[in-house]
């Protein structure tokens, strides 16, 4: 049995406020983002940025006001880089700007060890960090609907209150995300994994493509977009971040390095003759890699932080003219199928484009029937 202590602390996180007015601080890609979707849905933001033109453009694309609230508003999003959330937070709380105060810095133990450090109120301040972003900066990247579906870290202080804890989840809900209750240094070590080594070795691999030729490049197709996408981003934001979980993404890296090695030998071994012996172990090298990252691949959650088998793919070819795929709709809402995500691979020129609709797996099969499409394919 739980102790009632902690069972209260549970449910008063499970509960939520319906926010009326925020201020975001940092009016950049994840800031916008977030102020469109709080607008769209009825709250009164304001909006900050130390360049006013930011403030200003996110301003006109509808995310909120570019100007100083009247007095204390329900919640300060402090959207700026991790290095400049704890001086945002002591200058936001000093001005008592608002009654709680979130922020979305990637990482988090360096954050909260500096809140601490500059005597800031730690009860009405609980971090956060949305698993949604892009490559591109600035207000003009963001979107309203960043957040729909995505899983949003909640990383409170021991002291965290549970106004606070309310009045963030109303902002998670208002964003469609979902919260997942981690502390600073299980955080930090997960993001290293997940999301700081995959960047730097997106662009280290992009960086192989800086000197290619103009022949070489223009034969790229999907997967080196795929995994080269994330090197886009800000090196200077990057750069923190990076500097903020060094020693976790150095160990990560090291083991990743380990596999290169491996990798390497056993493609040297494949370019020996056809009876020499070594080819074969370069090959069992090579399968045990390959199957290695199919099996780690498989691991990634589906929507909303769903287990791998939850959703399945049904991918379905449609002519390039008028009214395919609103076709397509109709006869995917026809079949009582709910489409949960929605993929459209069309190259210009060609004369079908492949949609991929992901629906939970149970419906797959119905879909695939009443729509004459065949069973999936390995990978999906
Ligand atoms: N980019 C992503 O994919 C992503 C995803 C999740 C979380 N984050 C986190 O979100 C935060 C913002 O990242 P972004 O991608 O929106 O960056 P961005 O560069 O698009 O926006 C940051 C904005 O903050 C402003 N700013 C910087 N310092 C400031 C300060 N001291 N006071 C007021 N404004 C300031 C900048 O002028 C800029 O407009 C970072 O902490 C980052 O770690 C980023
Ligand atoms: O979608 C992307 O472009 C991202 O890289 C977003 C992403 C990530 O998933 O790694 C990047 C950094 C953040 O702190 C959180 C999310």
């Not at 983002?33 to 709250?43: C, E, H």
């Not at 240094?185 to 493509?209: E, F, I, N």
Request: glycine share 10%.
């Amino acid at each position: 049995m739980r102790p009632a202590g902690r069972l209260r602390a549970v449910d008063e996180q499970m509960r939520h406020t319906m926010l009326r007015t925020a201020v975001v601080v940092g009016a950049g890609l994840i800031g916008t983002s977030i102020a469109l979707s709080l607008s769209a849905k009825g709250v009164t933001v304001y909006l900050s940025d130390k360049e006013p033109m930011a403030a200003l453009t996110a301003a006109a694309l509808g995310a909120g006001r570019a100007e100083e609230p009247p007095g204390p508003v329900d919640l300060a999003v402090l959207a700026v880089p991790p290095a400049d959330i704890a001086a945002t937070l002591a200058d936001a709380q000093s001005r008592g700007l608002a009654r709680a105060y979130t922020d979305v810095a990637s990482v988090k133990a360096q954050a909260l060890d500096a809140i601490e450090a500059a005597g800031c109120d730690t009860r009405t301040y609980l971090g956060g960090h949305p698993m949604a972003g892009g490559e591109r900066s600035g207000p003009l990247a963001a979107r309203a609907d960043l957040f729909e579906g995505r899983v949003w870290a909640l990383v409170p202080t021991p002291t965290t209150s549970a106004e606070t804890w309310r009045t963030v989840r109303g902002l998670l809900d208002m964003c469609g995300a979902t919260p997942l209750v981690m502390d600073p240094h299980g955080h930090d070590r997960a993001v290293a994994l997940v999301s700081h080594t995959p960047h730097l070795v997106a662009s280290l691999m992009a960086a192989r493509l800086q000197h290619a030729t103009d022949a070489e490049v223009g034969l790229s197709g999907q997967g080196v977009r795929d995994v080269t996408r994330i090197a886009g981003g800000d090196p200077k934001l990057w750069l923190e971040i990076l500097s903020a979980n060094a020693g976790t993404v150095a160990d990560i890296l090291a083991e990743l390095a380990g596999d290169l090695a491996d990798a390497i030998g056993a493609l040297r071994a494949l370019t020996a003759p056809d009876d020499d012996p070594i080819r074969a172990t370069g090959a069992t090298t090579l399968t045990g890699l390959l199957s290695r990252g199919c099996a780690g691949h498989g691991r990634l959650p589906q929507k909303r932080g769903a287990p791998q088998g939850t959703y399945a793919t049904v991918s379905v070819l449609i002519g390039d003219q008028p009214g395919e795929l609103a076709r397509l709709f109709t006869d995917v809402g026809a079949a009582g199928v709910n489409i949960e995500d929605i993929f459209i691979d069309h190259a210009p020129g060609q004369i079908t484009g492949l949609v991929e609709l992901l629906v939970t797996t149970d419906a797959a099969d119905r879909l695939r029937n009443s729509l004459r499409v065949p069973s999936t394919v390995m990978g999906h």
